[in-house]
């Protein structure tokens, strides 16, 4: 089994940072591309970063400037910096990722359970 753990959400004044950790653990073959989604109250579940293999990254345009995913793929673990963070940016953090477990497998999307992280206003 795949198992995706974050760490790194609290509560941070605006315009502070934040550093938040997803690491994968598991029978892992290769991962293909990780992400960071979150979630805020009564609104759907958002792409805040993502970033492939090959180290290519994507932004929403709410985080671009303020915001940077990096990926450590020896250590399986990828890391979303936040900074000069908002009131707007409070929400659940989820990490996740496209994994495949072999070499025969196809790839599979896994979700960690997901970290708060509140900007109060």
């Known amino acids: 089994q795949v198992q995706l753990m974050e760490s790194g959400g609290g509560l941070v004044q605006p315009g502070g940072s934040l550093r938040l950790s997803c690491a994968a653990s598991g029978s892992i073959f290769r991962i293909n591309a990780m992400a960071w989604h979150r979630q805020a109250p009564g609104k759907e579940r958002e792409l805040v970063a993502a970033?492939?293999?090959?180290?290519?990254?994507n932004y929403a345009d709410s985080v671009k400037g303020r915001f940077a995913i990096s990926a450590d793929n020896a250590k399986k673990t990828w890391i979303l910096q936040m900074n000069s963070l908002k009131p707007e940016d409070t929400a659940v953090y989820y990490c996740?990722?496209?994994?495949?477990?072999?070499?025969?497998?196809?790839?599979?999307?896994?979700w960690g359970q997901g970290t708060q992280v509140t900007v109060p206003s």
């Open positions: 970033i492939t293999g090959g180290g290519a990254t």
């Open positions: 996740n990722a496209g994994i495949r477990q072999s070499w025969s497998d196809y790839t599979r999307p896994y």
